[in-house]
């Protein structure tokens, strides 16, 4: 039987309205370690706006899209987030959440320690049809299918 493929978790916010100290404390001493200890979560990283530094977008590379219907996961999402994870996420303006299945090549991470870039590109093409050249070319990145409303 073929390994399900990877799956890839993107969660953005606009935390303007929370003091950026502890935005980062938060992110980098609860949110994404709690995140690591869930088996399954390959991959954490967290990309800063360019031209907006108070614009996070997060990735998280998953073993597949079952580890967010896990236990461990559910344990420390939704409604049970940490006192302190429910306080600064609801003072942030939520910009995008989406879960996607990985369809080339299925099973790659991400390089750790991660990439310099980070570049979202989103083709409405048919999972599986011919495309065309220019976009023939991102079958060497990986691609990735959204499987949930993006909002």
Known sequence: MAEKPMGLLVAGFNFATVQEDEFNDWY???????????PGFVNCERWVGAEDPR??????????LEVLSTRA???IAGDN???WSKRV???????????AEQLNPGRLAAPAPGAGALLIVALNV?????????????????????TTPAW
């Open 55 to 64: 614009i996070s977008l997060a990735t998280y590379d998953l073993g597949s």
């Open 73 to 75: 996961y559910r344990a």
């Open 28 to 38: 980098d001493t609860e949110h994404i370690p709690e995140r690591r200890r869930v």
């Open 89 to 99: 996420v609801g003072r942030c303006r939520r910009i995008c959440r989406f879960e």
């Open 126 to 146: 048919e999972p599986g049809a011919d495309a065309d050249p220019a976009a023939a070319r991102l079958a060497s990145l990986r691609c990735f299918a959204v």
């Open 81 to 83: 987030l940490s006192p």
